[in-house]
Each structure stands twice: as C-alpha cells, then as structure tokens.
T-cell receptor, first 112, second 115 residues
Framework: KAGVTQTPRYLIKTRGQQVTLSCSPI?????VSWYQQTPGQGLQFLFE???????NKGNFPGRFSGRQFSNSRSEMNVSTLELGDSALYLC???????????FGPGTRLTVL | AQTVTQSQPEMSVQEAETVTLSCTYD???????LFWYKQPPSRQMILVIRQEAYKQQNATENRFSVNFQKAAKSFSLKISDSQLGDTAMYFC????????????FGKGTKLTVNP
C-alpha cells in the first residue's frame, strides 16, 4: 500500500497570505489527523477528521481550519499567516481508534 | 490533561551497543496506548513500537523493546545492537483508548549512533 502523502512538500508564503495543505491517507484509512511541529513547541495536535466530520480540535486559533472529503483526503487551511506559523505540518492516518497512526512526510511551511 | 515527558534531550551510543531512552507520562485513564516514533533527518515520522496499557507483556520489535511500568507511568525504549541508521529524534507518545486519535507527544530525544 502507498503511504500517507502530503502536498506540497515545501511552501514559502508571506505574512497575511493564506495557505492550503493537502493530505491523502493510506488507502482504506478513514481517520486523518494533523499536527504542527516547531522547535519551540514540539509536536502539537491541530485537529482530526473521521468520515468527513471533525472529531477533535487542538488549542489553535480559528485561523487554522480543515476539512475532509468523501474519499478521506483532507486539507488544512491557515488564513492570515503569521511568522509563528512557520513549521512542519504533519498529517497522519489510521484505520480506526484502536489502530496506529501512520505519518506522511510533512509540509514545510515558511512564512516571511 | 495528559502529559508526556522525555528527560533526555540528547543521547549518544556507539554502534553495536545498547541504549535506553526514557519516557514518563501522566494520564488519569486506565486504558490507553503508548508509542515510540522515530524521526530521522529526512523528517518522516516512523512508528517504532506500540504498547497497549492493558497488556502486561512488554512489546518487542526486532532490536527494539520497551519496559512498560504502568504503576510508575514509565515507558522506556531499549535499542539493542545500535546501528548508524538508528540516528534520529525519538518521540514518546500517548493516546487515549477511545473518542479521539489525538497523540500527546514528548519533546523528543535526539539519538546519535557513532561509528
């Protein structure tokens, strides 16, 4: 099976812009979670989706949003980018709550 | 709130030797899952090993094994016969049994395997 894929792999934006990141889960996985990784804060949970419904959300401002499509692919959007949004954004998918999450390669976002 | 603590920011080991990475956690739940993930310089997060809290037997995957002490809320990772390819950041993570996929991560331990 192909692994979790994320596009794009690298992105450079300027403050105030918005960005959309995409995640395609492993075939058959219906759960997708997103994490932000920064040197200062480490790995922080953003949100998770299951069957097109947001099941849980981390402690991030409303500028961070996401959605999941009927084919389980997920997107996350960050509006009005700030310098502090520069991070590695990781997506993970799993086959269900009792199963392990498998991570994609991440999208490196740089905000200038 | 659940927390995961990795008290060793950096460690190093000689090739072929054994190293143990420490992890402690806090949760009020009785059933949960614990994981060790590895993140090499390529940045891809890779599952190393997983432990269900209701299982008393420690998980083992080839050269990787854990020492799970539920009462002490401790979950250490032992890497035997260390290889150069084991050089990476290692993250300990905790997940509740139900309702959410949310993983709570420790800050990580940077492991360097020296030739």
């Amino acid at each position: 099976k192909a692994g979790v894929t994320q596009t794009p792999r690298y992105l450079i934006k300027t403050r105030g812009q918005q960005v959309t990141l995409s995640c395609s889960p492993i075939s058959g996985h219906r759960s997708v979670s997103w994490y932000q990784q920064t040197p200062g804060q480490g790995l922080q949970f953003l949100f998770e989706y299951f069957s097109e419904t947001q099941r849980n959300k981390g402690n991030f401002p409303g500028r961070f949003s996401g959605r999941q499509f009927s084919n389980s692919r997920s997107e996350m959007n960050v509006s009005t980018l700030e310098l502090g949004d520069s991070a590695l954004y990781l997506c993970a998918s799993s086959a269900g709550l009792a199963n392990t999450q498998y991570f994609g390669p991440g999208t490196r976002l740089t905000v200038l | 709130a659940q927390t995961v603590t990795q008290s060793q920011p950096e460690m190093s080991v000689q090739e072929a030797e054994t190293v143990t990475l420490s992890c402690t956690y806090d949760t009020s739940e009785n059933n949960y899952y614990l994981f060790w993930y590895k993140q090499p310089p390529s940045r891809q997060m890779i599952l190393v090993i997983r432990q269900e809290a209701y299982k008393q037997q420690n998980a083992t995957e080839n050269r990787f094994s854990v020492n799970f002490q539920k009462a002490a809320k401790s979950f250490s990772l032992k890497i035997s016969d260390s290889q150069l390819g084991d050089t990476a950041m290692y993250f300990c993570a905790l997940k509740s049994e139900g309702g959410s996929e949310k993983l709570v991560f420790g800050k990580g331990t940077k492991l360097t395997v020296n030739p």
